[in-house]
T-cell receptor, first 114, second 114 residues
Framework: EADIYQTPRYLVIGTGKKITLECSQTMGHDKMYWYQQDPGMELHLIHYSYGVNSTEKGDLSSESTVSRIRTEHFPLTLESARPSHTSQYLC?????????????FGNGTRLTVT | DQQVKQNSPSLSVQEGRISILNCDYTNSMFDYFLWYKKYPAEGPTFLISISSIKDKNEDGRFTVFLNKSAKHLSLHIVPSQPGDSAVYFCAASGDGNAGNMLTFGGGTRLMVKP
């Protein structure tokens, strides 16, 4: 049973539209992440947060923005979608502590911009 | 420059035989390594990890080997089962907390034939 939820699972939208991808986790994790993955490629970190009101950009430049107003919620927003934004977006979270804190992933949102 | 590489995009193995998935890394600061398994239309799930102070970690049918001098790790699955068919991602972290800034490889698609 998933403890981290992403909606929608699939989204097809036209160019120029504003979209928000939702991500919520029920594990009380402080750290949350957004990864972007194209088919057959590695996962690239685009945003992360270490807690409420903390957001940072990842190693892959992205035109999306994120917010962290509540611990459990980490939405990603694209103000004006473009075909180049077509990809799979994966949200993840992790708890505190050293050594044994692997990421827990949601099932992803597959975005297609036409 | 890709810091974590999985040079085999796909691997086909007969049921009951051993599957060996390989991963190479270039960053000597990496000290924690993980393997994730991903089914289609789902997010990656954590499989097994290893710290750089070890050279082997075993969990049931899954064993991860780490060769620090060669900057190489491998995942062995014995015996392979059809349900193991998935994409396997190798990931590396630069400090003791595996939840921090994982760098992923491009994945290897494993197909286990009945």
């Amino acid at each position: 049973e998933a403890d981290i939820y992403q909606t929608p699972r699939y989204l097809v939208i036209g160019t120029g539209k504003k979209i928000t991808l939702e991500c919520s986790q029920t594990m009380g994790h402080d750290k949350m992440y957004w990864y972007q993955q194209d088919p057959g490629m590695e996962l690239h970190l685009i945003h992360y947060s270490y807690g409420v009101n903390s957001t940072e950009k990842g190693d892959l430049s992205s035109e999306s923005t994120v917010s962290r107003i509540r611990t459990e919620h980490f939405p990603l927003t694209l103000e004006s979608a473009r075909p180049s934004h077509t990809s799979q977006y994966l949200c993840a979270s992790s708890g505190q502590g050293a050594g044994n804190s692997p990421l827990h992933f949601g099932n992803g949102t597959r975005l297609t911009v036409t | 420059d890709q810091q974590v590489k999985q040079n085999s995009p796909s691997l086909s193995v007969q049921e009951g035989r051993i599957s060996i998935l390989n991963c190479d890394y270039t960053n000597s600061m990496f000290d924690y390594f993980l393997w994730y398994k991903k089914y289609p239309a789902e997010g990656p799930t954590f499989l097994i990890s290893i710290s750089s102070i070890k050279d082997k970690n075993e969990d049931g049918r899954f064993t991860v080997f780490l060769n620090k001098s060669a900057k190489h790790l491998s995942l062995h699955i014995v015996p392979s089962q059809p349900g193991d068919s998935a994409v396997y991602f190798c990931a590396a972290s630069g400090d003791g907390n595996a939840g921090n800034m994982l760098t992923f490889g491009g994945g290897t698609r494993l197909m286990v034939k009945p």
